[in-house]
Structure formats: C-alpha cells, structure tokens
C-alpha cells in the first residue's frame, strides 16, 4: 500500500513539474499562440503591464490576468472541462444558469423560463402597451394602401413541454405573452395570425418543428408558419401561391449541435439533426442590396434581397429577428421582390427602407420573449 502510494506520489510530481515546464518554455517559445485565444473569445487579451517601481502596487494583479488570459491551452481545458468532466462524466450543463438540459437530450434556455412559469409578468396596462404599438404599426401601413401581417413565433416549451427538466412548469395561471395574445386578439385592425397551433399540428405528423440544441424552429417549423401566414396573403393578393411539400425535396443530415451547444461550448460532443428543404426548380435570385444601416451591436446581415424578376407578383419586406431565415426560401419563391429586414429588439416600420422598396405587403416576425422590448421592457 505505502509503495503504491509512493508511486502515485511520484507520478503526480512528475507530472505537475512537467506541465508547470510547459507553461515557462511555452513563454519562451510560443507553442501555444494568444491570437487562437482572442480569436475564440472574440476579445483583447490583457497585456502583459511594464515595471515600474513607482507603481508596483497595481502591478501584480495586472501580471495574474495577462498570464490568466495567455495561458496555454486555455481553450482545450475549457472544452475538456465542459465535455468530458461536465457532460460526458457528471451528465449535467457545464452552465446551468444559461442552459437546462430536458429529456431525450433536448435543451432549454434558461433566460426564457421566467417567462414560462410567470416570474416574469406585465399587468393589463403593459399588455395594453403592447398592443398599442402594434396597432400604430398596422396603422402605418394601412394608411399607405400596403398590407401589414403579424407573427409572433412561440418559444419551444410551449411546443415539446413533454421534455422539459422537471423544475420547468407552465404558470398555471397563464404567462405574459397570454395576456398580451388575449388582448391582441381583440384589436380586429391588427392582422395577427396565430401560428402555435400549425405548429403543433405538423408535431402531431411526426414532423419536428424546433432544434433539440437551439432555440429556433427548423424548416419544417418554419414551413408551416409560412403556411398560415399564406392563408391570409393569398385572400388580399391571388396570384401568390404557396409552395405544397411536393415542391420541394427533405433531407436530414446530422450536424453539430446549435446555438444552445455553442453558448456550453460543446460543439465537439453535442449534434442535432437538420431538416435541409430544397425548392426544386428554384427561380429565385440574389438582388442588390441597398445597404441599408445594420442594426446596432448585431452581427448579422441588416439586409437581405431576392427576387423573381416576375412584375405580375407583389412585392414583400420582413421585418424580424433571427427567426427570419428559415422562412426565408418559401416567401422567395413566390414574390416579384422580398426585402428582409434585421430588426430584432425594435421591429420599427423603418420607413426610409418601405419608402424605398414601395413594398405591397409587409410581414413582422417577433419572437414570443421580445414582445415586450416594443415598450422597453428587456426580457
């Protein structure tokens, strides 16, 4: 027992001495790059503070985070410790306070669980609010003879509520945006189109309709949102037609898991499944952008155009958030010209942008959760 335990003892000096001889040589000969690190984190580094005997009271805590930040293999010991420790060993969220994890791998985000289980509420005078602001944005459009439709796209719990961690529970009493649905529903000149149950309908085919590791629907999901939507464009514009599941082609390919994944960093232990949809015979074409201002501290695309070419089709703008891009190909496919609109968090009418492209219908997506951001209110 004694030599074994000697032996251990051995080992384990060999081996803090040999790593402890790594991080010094790594300083002289840079095995180990601080861009890779920067890169990753998408950050400055601290850098290394100069001696100065006139300030050396500051100058050790500034030393501790330039060699905190430029330790080698940094990024490799954070991935080993979310995937191996944390998920493979442990099976549990390396960041629990951002991702719970459901069953059947399926993945949550914590942000979103106040507004689940009614932590987070508005009173009627916020929903009113709301609504409100919708209604002056319908009344923008309407009175510019262009047809203005309005989605809000649920969160996945409301959807696959039968694989969420068991400390996840639905206000019994009813959440915010219940309120705010309630009483838009009231207001007969919002063009409010209520998508949750085509969604819950294409899940009851078999079909899935959101990401196990993201918080965004799939094309399918997607698909059949355009779908409900397209029963009201095609009352007020005929010669729009919706694309049928014959017109495209499905695959699934295995890919790594998504926005959720990432936010664990994960993406080497964690995959998901795609649904990829293909218009077959697509007329669709790349337009010119008019590089309209990004919007503010978001990195994506402000713009995206495309287009048919065919002058007998209306022309479309989306405004939205990142639930934008898996509708996307259906909506394409089907106008003379579609401008979409990255506007996540204001969902302004921009009118410079509707007075430019002089669209003849305008379609706003909201995320359930940012509803609340039209009055100000961050949730």
Known sequence: MRRTLYIYSV????????????????NIFHFFTPKEISLYENR????????????ADPYPRAFENFYNDHFPYRINLNDFNAGVINYRILHKSPYPNKVAFGKDNWMFFEIERPLYQGDFMIDSSQAAAVVAKLHERAEYFRKRGIKFYFISPPCKQELYPEFLPFRFYRCPGGTATDKIIARLKQDTSIPYIDIKQPLL???K???????KTDTHWNSWGAYFGYLEVMKQMTKDFPS???????????????????????VMNLTNYISDEDVIIS????????????NYPKHPGSNFPGEYVRYTGDTTRPKLMVISDSFVYGI???????TNRTV?????????????????VKPDMVLMIIYEPHLVNLIGIPN
């Open 340 to 356: 979409y609109i990255y506007d996540t968090g204001t969902y302004g009418v921009n009118e410079n942008i509707v007075d430019d």
């Open 240 to 262: 729009f037609k919706p694309l049928a599941e014959s017109d495209f082609t499905i695959s699934y390919p295995v890919i790594k898991g998504k926005n959720l994944v990432e």
């Open 279 to 290: 218009v077959k015979n697509s007329k669709t074409r790349t337009g010119k952008l008019h």
């Open 328 to 334: 996307m190909p259906f909506f394409d496919e089907g």
């Open 11 to 26: 080992l384990l000096s060999v081996l803090f001495f040999c790593l402890m001889t790594f991080v010094f040589m790594n």
């Open 44 to 55: 400055y580094l601290a850098r290394k503070p100069f001696w100065n005997l006139g300030c």
């Open 205 to 211: 085919r078999g079909l899935p309709v959101y990401y």
């Open 201 to 203: 309908d294409a899940k």
